[in-house]
């Protein structure tokens, strides 16, 4: 088995570091992030994915050791994957965490040893920013000396039935001999790989799996916001479109979309076609544009509701991005929330999931129900299951539902 370094320690790399560890590979973690390292070293997880017994499993068996600084260990390593953040700044995509750890892994990289990318990013990522870092500190050469590869996640935090192990992996290198360790790496780790030809096909790919699901969101909350106006529940809509059988998927409406892919990836592939090919990518801006005003127009109808109920406290259920997760990146809530506050209403939030929540006032789960009556209108923004729907149904003056969650009553009004 193979000495391995994961650089990032998050919601994607965090998993794959056990899984790697689990597969009999010895594993070196490295974040920045000295509060994620020390929860680690205490065996104490932070993402759904990982069980803190797992993560204690492999830590006491000596198979993973993580730090918040490059050490001797990483000497030597014969697989390095670089999972880290590639966050936009003023709309054009920052990839200075991907070079940051391109020259962390470039100062130790050796001879026969293999570097993936598996951070979203633009088609011509790996064979030129990656390539260009880690040749500069190794003084080796990509694909003579070393591998190189990409091979994107696909993670779904929080997924129980799609998990890192089953969702089939796509795996690419900048050579055949680079692709076969690429793949000799990963076919211990999940059980299907998926070669592709070359690194861009795997970058751009990534980027149209998230595009495409972008883009669907934005058709159905787009269609929900025309029903409305019409008359038309959205929700009878999209159930008879699914009795066809054949060339429909169900996307549902909400309150917009968040997470690190969705609402990131389709203006990495929008800004490339402008910068490199002088032309717009239309149905990746439109879909951004219209999954970027849901928030909006979730903080008009809360506000148009508390107006007509003649008060100004407003409940929100849900912070973070998706069911069942703490993950608040890019949350279509922090917006919501934001927007309700500029519109001079006073916001409350409940979420069990999420840990740190600065924006307005929070309440327990324990403390929600009994409080239910007291706000003129509840908010849900993110459907988890830990929430008592026929409760929130029974107990609230008002209801704002975005999630088609609460049963269906006087009180209860559906975006």
């Not at 779904?156 to 192990?165: A, E, I, M, W």
């Not at 299907?192 to 969101?217: D, G, M, W, Y």
């Not at 129900?369 to 609230?396: C, G, M, N, Q, R």
Request: one cysteine or more; a negative charge.
């Amino acid at each position: 088995m193979s000495r391995v370094v994961v650089v990032g320690l998050g919601y994607v790399g965090l998993p794959l570091a056990v899984r790697a560890a689990q597969a009999g590979h010895r594993v070196f973690g490295l974040d920045l992030d000295p509060a994620k390292i020390e929860a680690l070293q205490a065996g104490r997880t932070y993402v759904e994915d990982v069980s803190s017994q797992e993560l204690q499993d492999v830590l006491a068996d000596g198979a993973f050791h993580v730090s918040a600084n490059p050490a001797p260990d990483m000497l030597h390593f014969d697989v390095g994957i670089i999972v880290v953040p590639t966050p936009l700044r003023d709309g054009e995509p920052d990839l200075s965490c991907v070079e940051a750890a391109g020259r962390t892994l470039g100062r130790f990289l050796r001879r026969g040893s293999t570097v993936v990318l598996e951070s979203t990013t633009y088609p011509g990522t790996t064979e030129g920013l990656l390539a260009e870092v880690l040749e500069e500190e190794s003084g080796l050469k990509a694909g003579h000396d070393f591998h190189l590869g990409f091979s994107p996640e696909r993670i779904d935090p929080g997924n129980k039935v799609n998990t890192l192990v089953n969702t089939p992996k796509l795996v690419s290198a900048t050579t055949p001999t680079g692709l076969a360790a690429v793949q000799a790496f990963y076919d211990t780790v999940v059980e299907r790989t998926v070669p592709v030809s070359n690194p861009r096909t795997a970058e751009i790919t990534k980027l149209f799996e998230n595009i495409q699901a972008n883009t669907n969101i934005a058709l159905v909350n787009e269609m929900a916001e025309l029903c409305r106006l019409l008359g038309i529940d959205v929700w009878e809509v999209v159930e008879a479109s699914m009795t066809k059988g054949h060339s429909m998927a169900r996307w549902t409406p909400g309150p917009g979309v968040g997470g690190h892919c969705l609402p990131i990836d389709p203006i990495y592939l929008a800004w490339l076609a402008r910068e490199e090919l002088g032309r717009p990518f239309r149905f990746a801006e439109l879909a951004q544009q219209v999954n970027e005003e849901r928030p909006v127009l979730v903080a008009e109808r809360a506000a148009e509701l508390v107006e007509n109920a003649g008060g100004r406290s407003v409940l929100v259920l849900g912070t973070a991005y998706k069911p069942n997760v703490g993950d608040v990146r890019e949350s279509p809530a922090v917006e919501v929330v934001r927007q309700m506050q500029a519109r001079a209403l006073d916001v409350t939030v409940v979420d069990p999931h999420v840990d740190r929540w600065t924006l307005s006032p929070v309440l327990s789960l324990e403390e929600m129900i009994p409080s239910l009556p007291s706000f003129d209108l509840v908010v849900l923004v993110t459907d988890h299951d830990d929430f008592d729907y026929e409760k929130i149904a029974s107990e609230a003056r008002l209801v704002l539902d975005c999630r088609h969650a609460v049963p269906a009553s006087s009180n209860v009004v559906r975006l």
